[in-house]
């Protein structure tokens, strides 16, 4: 994958014909100076190509449990993004999912209702929107909230990692500060990953 970017990999999601989606913020994070990333697709045949550029630091990505649908964080974009995908694995129709007014999408999920739970790291807190953007329930932290995921036995809990989040300046500090909380959700996981 060096062939698609001198930059490290960020997230990756599998959907259910066994393509690997995995993105790239596009510059080196702290400290870089910003420029877009891009996704790259790698298939079940071991092929890897660019599915997707100019995304603003793009972070968790999930896929609709019928494989036709990629919605993707982005962080610096303050906004969910939703692509159209091809049966063999290309995207199109880029769109917005959601405006989400300031916030800073990090690790997302979705659920059965076909809403969208962000985790959001400066505002420490984790929201569930429609899409479209209505918020639909907030839960506000101490700390700032990197991922989220649904799951559980009936899997309606929803995981929640948070941690003290100084700024990238901050990123070597040697304090732990991490917690994994849970919550009830109003809808179970749905799609992947």
Not at 17 to 30: Q, S, V, W
Not at 126 to 144: N, Y
Request: hydrophobic letters at 40%; one cysteine or more.
């Amino acid at each position: 994958m060096t062939s698609l970017s001198d930059h490290p990999w960020n997230e990756i999601v599998v959907d259910g014909r066994g393509n690997a989606y995995l993105n790239n913020i596009g510059f080196d994070f702290p400290g870089g100076e910003f420029a877009t990333g891009n996704i790259a697709l790698v298939t079940p045949d071991g092929s890897a190509r660019q599915v997707a550029d100019g995304v603003a630091f793009p972070n968790g990505m999930v896929v609709t449990p019928d494989n036709a649908t990629l919605i993707l964080a982005e962080s610096y974009g303050q906004r969910l993004t939703a692509f159209d995908i091809a049966a063999g694995g290309s995207l199109s129709n880029r769109r917005v999912w959601a405006d989400l007014n300031g916030g800073a999408p990090d690790g997302i999920c979705l659920d059965a209702e076909n809403a969208v739970w962000y985790a959001d790291v400066p505002n420490k807190r984790c929201m569930r929107v429609r899409e479209g953007g209505e918020v639909l329930q907030a839960i506000d932290l101490d700390r700032g909230c990197f991922a989220c995921m649904l799951g559980g036995v009936d899997n309606r809990t929803l995981f929640l990692m948070a941690n003290a989040w100084g700024g990238p300046a901050n990123t070597a500090d040697q304090a732990r500060t991490g917690q994994v909380l849970t919550a009830q959700a109003p809808a179970p996981g749905a799609g992947w990953p």
